[in-house]
């Protein structure tokens, strides 16, 4: 035995895991590279992050996003809000088509863990009832919407795509958010996968179905809310209710080709949701475009006086300030570190920066900001979560190891490897780099940057214990590490037909000002209103 498998052998002692050889063997073989990032937060000044002076550079002309050309362009919530209103549709109609889609089509992309077809066709009834007698709750009353199958409701029991229940957990509950959407007549058709516990990948061997990209099905969905993303891209829901720890919402939509949002940490009540780390989670929405997005937020944020992490923040009338103008916005662009990593695809540099092209004609600023922190943040807001999921899961891994999925457990014992002195400082990474972001906002309202480095890898490129995102250019964890509102929406499609996305940064509770942003975005090119071929191949 070599002595870092010594010294991770008696980690995990000290811990109780029962690890075996064999993954004992890979997971040492990670230890330097993990224990050299974890010290690197110690490096770091203790009373921030080392700013690095630059030249400003110009912002680079690189033309005007291209319009997609879909033969057969997405329904929107709205479009189908209008519809009910105007009598071209129903309810009844809307879930009966979707349920329609589900049979025809999921068998080959695993978007769904269960569907309530009975329960959502009553409450369509009830709903075109409702609405013919003149009670209408509002635009999302008759919508049929997708749950992460980490979100409690009460048609199913929650189970996190794992063989292991979650820990002090009840089944008969349901989250804050998911009994908001039923009151604003918002209709339940099912839930969808998730990578294992929101973290692990989807492994055939935990008996749920294997999540598979729209756009081409050798190629990776994302994670951890794969089920919702392809759902809402696929037309088997029109829109859904995700969370995000480290960029669970984002990854999957922007690998294919739909909007998600991030809300700021506490705007949303994780009641009912299945915790990863705690001082992390977010629940957000996931839709077509941002304006389903501000819909479905207006509908799910707000306090709630259960929930301890609920923030008392005022909610906004989002789809007030939605009037398609940018005209005034301040963006932010850091050129550095987000357009220069060597892991970043020109296709997505190029669509991010034409996309920054054409806020900037519509009226939009756009100066050059400084992000020295971005990368140690990124490796902060890791550490916190792999500790923090491992105090989550310490009890049920010692006791069901085995139960497991080999991912998860192996990304979970990983969490053994860092000290509390590590988690401590990754909180002050989190507390400078917070500032770092303030500073650098002072001049402007939002920030742009990519979704993911490059569109959707061949699922057999996809690394189980997700080294890559340790040692390369990762860009959606160190907004949850300072709890900012974060936007993610296409912006285009690379060689291989894939799309790709941009995220918009804002202030703290400031998701007001980024779904202004990407709806005047969506107003003029239609990158969200693209459909995958079908049949998929």
């Not at 105007?86 to 979707?98: I, N, P, R, Y």
């Not at 550490?383 to 009890?395: F, K």
Request: net charge negative.
């Amino acid at each position: 035995m070599s002595s870092a498998e010594e010294r991770v052998r008696t980690l995990f002692d000290v811990v109780g895991l029962p690890v075996g050889d064999e993954e004992l063997r890979a997971i040492a073989a990670d230890y330097p590279t993990l224990r050299e990032q974890a010290n690197a937060l110690h490096r770091t000044a203790a009373d921030g992050v080392v700013v690095s002076v630059l030249t400003p550079s110009e912002f680079p002309s690189a033309g005007s996003a291209r319009v997609s050309s879909s033969d057969a362009p997405a329904t929107t919530i709205r479009d189908a809000a209008l519809s009910l209103r105007e009598g071209k549709a129903s309810a009844v109609e809307l879930v009966t088509d979707v349920f329609a889609r589900i049979d025809r089509l999921d068998g080959q992309l695993g978007a769904y863990v269960s569907t309530f077809r009975a329960t959502a066709l009553e409450a369509a009834a009830r709903a075109d009832d409702e609405l013919t007698a003149g009670h209408d709750r509002g635009p999302l009353h008759g919508i049929p919407l997708a749950i992460k199958d980490v979100i409690a409701t009460v048609e199913a029991p929650t189970r996190a795509n794992s063989r292991v229940a979650p820990s002090n957990w009840r089944d008969d509950q349901e989250s804050t958010a998911v009994a908001r959407l039923r009151d604003a007549g918002a209709i339940i058709v099912g839930k969808t996968t998730t990578s294992e516990f929101g973290l692990g990948l989807n492994e055939p061997s935990q008996g749920f179905p294997t999540p598979r990209n729209p756009w081409d099905t050798t190629r990776f969905a994302g994670g951890s809310s794969s089920g919702n993303a392809i759902a809402v891209a696929s037309g088997l829901a029109l829109g859904g209710l995700a969370s995000d720890t480290g960029g669970s919402i984002r990854h999957p939509v922007a690998l294919n080709g739909v909007t998600g949002l991030k809300p700021s940490f506490g705007r949303v009540p994780t009641g009912g949701l299945v915790p990863l780390a705690r001082t992390l989670d977010t629940v957000g929405p996931i839709a077509r475009s941002a304006w389903d997005c501000a819909l479905l937020l207006q509908a799910i944020a707000g306090h709630d006086e259960d929930d301890l992490q609920s923030s008392g923040q005022p909610v906004p009338a989002y789809l007030d300030e939605m009037d398609g103008s940018v005209r005034g916005i301040r963006i932010g662009w850091p050129a550095r570190y987000f357009f220069d990593a060597g892991n970043v695809a020109d296709a997505v540099k190029i669509g991010v920066l034409e996309a920054i092209g054409v806020l900037r004609e519509a009226g939009a600023t756009v100066s050059e900001v400084s992000l020295p922190g971005a990368d140690i943040a990124k490796v902060a807001n890791h550490i916190v979560l792999l500790t923090e999921g491992l105090a989550y899961h310490r009890d049920a891994l010692i006791s069901q190891w085995a139960e497991y999925g080999t991912s998860l457990r192996g990304l979970l014992a990983r969490g053994a490897l860092f000290a509390a002195t590590d988690y401590v400082q990754a909180k002050k990474i989190a507390t400078a780099f917070g500032r770092e972001v303030a500073e650098a906002m002072r001049g402007c309202d939002v920030l742009i940057v990519p979704t993911m480095p490059t569109g959707a890898r061949l699922i057999e490129e996809t690394d189980p214990a997700m080294m890559d995102r340790w040692s390369r250019a990762s860009f959606t964890s160190q907004w949850n590490l300072i709890g900012l509102p974060v936007c993610a929406l296409p912006v285009g499609f690379d060689g291989y037909g894939m799309p790709v996305s941009m995220q918009i940064v804002g202030r703290p509770f400031d998701e007001a000002t980024v779904l202004r942003l990407a709806d005047g975005f969506q107003r003029v090119t239609d990158f969200h209103l693209a459909t995958p071929p079908e049949p998929y191949s």
